[in-house]
Nanobody, 121 residues
Framework: HVQLVESGGGSVQAGGSLRLSCAST???????MGWFRQVPGKPREGVAL?????????AYADSVKGRFTVSQGGTKNVVYLQMNRLQDEDTGMYYC???????????????WGQGTQVTVS
């Protein structure tokens, strides 16, 4: 049984930081993890994705490059999304996802967490 659980969302002032966590269970080693977000009025956007098979790096959306960073937890089933210099436009629901490598878009994300809300004001 696959489960993805996000945590760490909340409200923050513009310019502040948040760190989201995603704990997974039941994920096959063939799967990789990534982050999407749903901003009100816009389609879901890939924030940080593993879009190149075999490489350890993440591809970041242009809107978050230089501000957001994904890191691995102490165990392979935990990933973090460190978000710095947050802007009003970053407000939205953030989802941890898992799917067969590579994940290049929404259709590649097989499993979704329940989401965690980030509000920047």
């Amino acid at each position: 049984h696959v489960q993805l659980v996000e945590s760490g969302g909340g409200s923050v002032q513009a310019g502040g930081s948040l760190r989201l966590s995603c704990a997974s269970t039941g994920i096959s080693d063939r799967y990789c993890m990534g982050w999407f977000r749903q901003v009100p009025g816009k389609p879901r956007e890939g924030v940080a994705l593993r879009d190149d098979y075999g490489t350890p790096t993440y591809a970041y959306a242009d809107s978050v490059k230089g501000r957001f960073t994904v890191s691995q937890g102490g165990t392979k089933n935990v990933v973090y999304l460190q978000m710095n210099r947050l802007q009003d436009e970053d407000t939205g629901m953030y989802y941890c996802v898992a799917g067969l490598w590579p994940i290049t878009g929404v259709r590649d994300a097989v499993y979704w967490g329940q989401g965690t809300q980030v509000t920047v004001s």
